[in-house]
């Protein structure tokens, strides 16, 4: 029973629904729910001792508008923040949700998945945690992120809804109903399911979604796997960007800094032209010629005219898309060394590891801006 033996099928359904619409990929997989249920054993305990960074979020006035989040300090402060006490021994749920980000860097179960989506996707990835208390109307309100994500259900049950991307306008697209930002008018549902123990949902960057608890078993508890592309420079508007570099290098021109495109207004179309992740991994042989055709296309629709014009080739994007190729993988031998020394029970006090990890991978990032001459 492995992790790897869970994500191998998953791949021919993730390539096809890749950025294009959310998709129930696995319903009541057994293997699954053991597997997260077993990596998420001691997750109360490494809140509880300090060792896991944890937050806790929760309505204040409005279920739909105004929310907290505030760190989780430790010290049994887990249960204490999902679980009131009425005397006599019995407790209720209260309106919260525990949250920890990067939680594979802590607990080797999880750095066990990474790995294995490593292995399996060949993609960047991190796992982070969410348990949810039963009975809870709105568990987080409608809200959009900047990576796509597979959502796995350890414990309960929790009901998501997936809407299509809303309309672009000042606040960024890919942080929609965060930070005071509202997220209204959000019409019919794309995906309306209840998820239980086993299951595995993939929600696109850039998709709003909401979840809930009410009317269902619970607590919920379930796994969120980020497949980053926009952080690690992995996304075809800086595949784009390096390919206008490459062209204007080798007609011998000034590589001057590119004014930033005005999204506001735009279709979502127009703006997932270029901010999407590529399509690299997911348990497929990557097809340079056909990444250049499907780029040429995609810039056309962003800039509003045939790439030719910006005076890119074919030649100038194969130039770029080998530069990002090789820091994909340097950044999966970064992470792949980072998850298997969590495994290992390698390096320093957990957070400082993780904080020493996180500088490397920023060092590659670095690397790459460099290469670009954006430094």
């Not at 999204?263 to 497929?284: E, V």
């Not at 994909?328 to 590891?353: D, F, I, N, S, W």
Request: include cysteine; proline fraction near 6%; aromatic fraction near 8%.
């Amino acid at each position: 029973m492995s992790w790897s033996h869970v994500l191998r099928p998953l791949c021919h359904e993730l390539q096809r629904a890749w950025n294009k619409q959310p998709l129930l990929l696995e319903r009541c997989n057994r293997e699954a729910a053991h597997l997260a249920e077993e990596a998420l054993k001691d997750f109360s305990l490494f809140v509880d001792s300090g060792l896991l960074p944890a937050g806790s979020a929760a309505p204040t006035s409005s279920a739909t508008a105004s929310w907290w989040s505030q760190p989780v300090p430790g010290l049994a402060s887990f249960y204490s923040s999902t679980l009131q006490v009425l005397g006599a021994g019995r407790t209720r749920d209260v309106s919260n949700t525990v949250y920890a980000n990067n939680a594979g860097l802590y607990l080797p179960g999880l750095a066990e998945l990474c790995l294995s989506a490593l292995a399996t996707f060949q993609w960047p990835c991190a796992a982070n945690v969410y348990r949810t208390a039963r009975a809870i109307e709105v568990s987080v309100p409608c809200h959009t992120d900047r990576q796509d994500v597979l959502v796995f259900q350890a414990t309960g049950e929790k009901r998501w809804q997936i809407y299509h991307p809303p309309q672009i306008g000042d606040v960024d697209p890919l942080r929609r109903g965060k930070d005071g930002d509202v997220m209204e008018d959000l019409g019919k549902p794309l995906l309306d399911v209840v998820l239980e123990p086993g299951d595995v949902l993939y929600v696109p960057l850039g998709y709003g979604h909401s979840t809930s608890t009410a009317q269902l078993s619970g607590p919920s508890l379930h796994i969120t796997l980020n497949l980053d592309s926009v952080i690690w420079g992995l996304s075809y508007r800086l595949l784009w960007s390096a390919s206008l570099r490459c062209a204007r290098l080798r007609r011998g021109e000034n590589d001057e800094a590119e004014e930033a495109t005005k999204t506001k207004g735009m279709s979502w179309q127009r703006y997932s032209s270029l901010q999407a992740p590529l399509p690299l991994g997911l348990g497929q042989e990557d097809e340079p010629d056909e990444i250049v055709a499907q780029l040429l296309e995609r810039a056309e629709l962003w800039c509003g005219q045939a790439p030719s014009v910006e005076g890119v080739l074919p030649e100038d994007v194969h130039q770029a898309l080998q530069l990002i190729q090789e820091h994909r993988q340097k950044l999966l031998t970064l992470q792949k060394v980072m998850y298997a020394e969590v495994m290992l029970g390698l390096g320093e006090h957990p957070q400082q590891r993780e904080a020493a990890h996180w500088s490397a991978l920023q060092a590659q990032m670095q690397t790459l801006f460099t290469s670009l001459g954006w430094t």
